[in-house]
């Protein structure tokens, strides 16, 4: 396993289970019957054993993950033709800020969606950088005077 793989198996917030662990955890559950005794015996969740079993039709392959990618964009997303609007607007004058393509796309193209969307979809296709955080930042470096020697007098808040 390459040093990429290993390290998006480990941002991963849960560790998969295998296949034949799900297999055998629902065949268990359906002759004994008893989730508690189940979900100790293969440190499983009773949310997942029943998901396990609402899915499971006698096949490993049933207990496969499956994509939660949507079939079809979502109503309010932009169309290819408001996409197609936003770059001819923005190759046509490229320091054009985003409320002014919001104001000639409304007028001139019965453009609807939000300008939060345009911002959104513009920093997508590389138009234009993410803005700076607005956030403050804090001042506090976190280096501390911490004594070294047993006597030494600690400083509690502020000096």
Not at 20 to 47: F, L
Not at 50 to 69: A, V
Not at 70 to 82: A, C, K, L, R, V
Not at 124 to 135: D, I
Request: hydrophobic share 25%; glycine share 6%.
């Amino acid at each position: 396993m390459d040093i990429v793989a290993q390290r998006k198996e480990q941002s991963k917030r849960y560790l998969p289970h295998e296949i034949s662990t799900k297999e055998s955890a629902v065949k268990t559950y359906r002759q004994v019957g008893d989730v508690g005794y189940v979900c100790r015996k293969y440190h499983i969740s009773k949310a997942s054993l029943m998901r396990w079993n609402k899915i499971y039709d006698g096949k490993g392959e049933s207990l496969i993950p499956k994509s939660h990618k949507p079939h079809t964009p979502h109503p309010n997303s932009h169309t290819e033709q408001e996409i197609k609007w936003i770059k001819d607007y923005h190759r046509r004058n490229p320091n054009i800020t985003i409320c002014e393509l919001y104001g000639k796309l409304r007028e001139d193209k019965a453009y609807s969606c939000h300008p939060g969307s345009l911002y959104r979809v513009s920093v997508r296709l590389g138009l234009r950088k993410k803005a700076e955080s607005t956030k403050k930042k804090s001042r506090h470096l976190g280096i501390y005077d911490t004594p070294v020697q047993i006597g030494e007098k600690w400083q509690l808040g502020k000096p």
